[in-house]
């Protein structure tokens, strides 16, 4: 026993898997190092999602990554994030002694299937872990799943007041929210994660990561904003990227636009300067995630919209002790699962 709690369970997770999404592999390894503190974790779905894809990581690696040479026209980074997962996830079938749910959109029935929503694992032995909904109403078409599956958690939390607020309509009861996961991790963990890409990057630059559809107008905007201080904007088309290449990039930029909650995750924890966009082509609500990131950390002044000058406040004291605040709930939530007194 260390603090009441024991030491040694085993915590088998369910999640969202977008191997070609840098933000969700990095929340999904931050849940195994959050979890792991008290046992070990394991993420419970395959590595691999078919024998094809099996064979052609493989290939891949025997070539020393050289297939990027040969057929620069393909794009390698679901590879790159395999490898990631090969080397810093575990995964695993075996049972449990409680199975974590979470995180990212896993409540999402645009993204998720119903085995996230209502799990087939024993209900004692579930926990939602900072959840996200990613939208703000429950389409009608799915509200008896989410009626019934809400029911089938022993400990509820969720990512935003939003998805509280969805939570409490359906079963009476307010969860706790906590930040996103990747944000508990400390930053000189990330940094041990980081590696140099192996193609060039000219520095300074300002990095513009969009995962939504990007404008004529935001990339100029872009642009002339770099071209002000003599820098470069650097996009990451044409490249494939590891999620250990992101974070070094990351960490390496002078400015940051974005329309990427994670983005805007780790723009916060390396504190760099940075301002978020709308992002375009996104579901209605999508953008709650990040509005209740920026307000949660006093940030609000980072989210622009077209047109508007980019946010130049450097600002990020309040911000790194609201994150300390927040680490601390993620801990007590934590030791509530243990313990019958689940209060905050």
């Known amino acids: 026993m260390e603090g009441g709690v024991t030491i040694g369970l085993r915590f088998g997770i369910y999640s969202l898997y977008d191997n070609e999404n840098i933000g969700n592999r990095l929340q999904n390894y931050a849940v195994q190092y959050i979890w792991r503190q008290y046992g070990s974790a394991f993420n419970r779905q395959p590595l691999y999602t078919s024998m094809q894809t099996r064979l052609k990581h493989l290939l891949w690696r025997v070539s020393g990554r050289k297939m990027e040479r040969w057929f620069p026209q ?32 896993i409540w999402n029935p ?8 209502c799990p087939l694992t024993p209900k004692e032995r579930n926990v939602a872990f900072c959840a996200s909904f990613g939208i703000t109403r429950i389409p009608e078409l799915y509200e008896s799943t989410f009626i019934q599956g809400l029911q089938r958690f022993t400990a509820i939390s969720v990512r935003e007041e939003s998805g509280a607020d969805l939570v409490e309509r359906y079963t009476g009861t307010r969860p706790v929210v906590l930040c996103d996961p990747t944000m508990y991790v400390p930053v000189s963990h990330w940094l041990e994660l980081a590696e140099k ?4 990057v000219s520095k300074p630059y300002v990095l513009s990561w969009f995962l939504g559809a990007e404008t004529n107008n935001r990339t100029q905007q872009i642009q002339t904003f770099a071209r002000a201080s003599g820098e470069a904007v650097w996009d990451g088309k044409g490249v494939s990227l590891s999620p250990q290449n992101w974070l070094y990039l990351m960490n390496q930029a002078s400015y940051v636009v974005t329309d990427s909650f994670h983005t805007a995750v780790f723009s916060i924890l390396l504190q760099k300067p940075f301002s978020v966009m709308e992002r375009l082509d996104a579901p209605s609500g999508m953008g709650t995630r990040t509005e209740h990131l920026l307000k949660l950390f006093g940030l609000e002044r980072h989210l622009i919209h077209d047109g508007q000058p980019f946010c130049q406040d450097e600002g990020f004291e309040a911000a790194a002790h609201q994150l300390e605040i927040q680490r601390l709930r993620t801990d007590n939530f934590l030791t509530s699962v243990f313990t019958k007194d689940r209060e905050l």
Not at 75 to 101: M, P, W
Not at 110 to 117: G, K, M, N, T
């Open 74 to 105: 393909k794009q390698y980074r679901i590879y790159h994030a395999l490898d990631f997962n090969r080397h810093c996830l575990r995964f695993s079938r075996q049972t449990a002694d409680f199975y974590v749910y979470g995180s990212d959109q």
């Open 110 to 117: 645009y993204y998720a299937p119903d085995s996230l929503i």
């Open 197 to 200: 890409p192996s193609f060039p």
